[in-house]
């Protein structure tokens, strides 16, 4: 069974930055890209970044434009993101997730695999 582990959440103040990792495990498989997504309490799953792998295009979300960088292995389904000059409201849980096959990329309905989620606190 495929599974997605996110690592590197925590607690930081306002200005900070953290960088979170994910790393697959299980059977062999071939993705065609990998993201990141948030979730805030009462909130909606929102998309943050992705990486295709296929020309190594990324992509973000307007709101962490600048500030976040996505990178990743694609022999090894590992990817990452930097987070720089956090905010308070990028409070949230921060999901990693693995596409097998497709061409969008920020939608929760593109991906096929999901991690449990790290949690990133950020305190003003």
């Known amino acids: 069974q495929v599974q997605l582990v996110e690592s590197g959440g925590g607690l930081v103040q306002a200005g900070g930055s953290l960088r979170l990792s994910c790393a697959s495990s299980?059977?062999?498989?071939?993705?065609?890209?990998m993201g990141w997504f948030r979730q805030a309490p009462g909130k909606e799953r929102e998309f943050v970044a992705a990486?295709?792998?296929?020309?190594?295009?990324?992509y973000y979300a307007g709101s962490v434009a600048g500030r976040f960088t996505i990178s990743g292995d694609n022999s090894q389904n590992t990817v990452g993101l930097q987070m720089n000059s956090l905010k308070p409201e990028d409070t949230a849980i921060y999901f990693c997730?693995?596409?097998?096959?497709?061409?969008?990329?920020?939608?929760?309905?593109?991906?096929?695999?999901w991690g449990q989620g790290t949690q990133v606190t950020v305190s003003s």
């Open positions: 997730a693995a596409q097998v096959g497709g061409v969008l990329v920020r939608s929760t309905r593109d991906y096929d695999y």
């Open positions: 299980g059977p062999t498989f071939s993705t065609s890209a």
């Open positions: 990486i295709r792998w296929s020309g190594s295009a990324t």
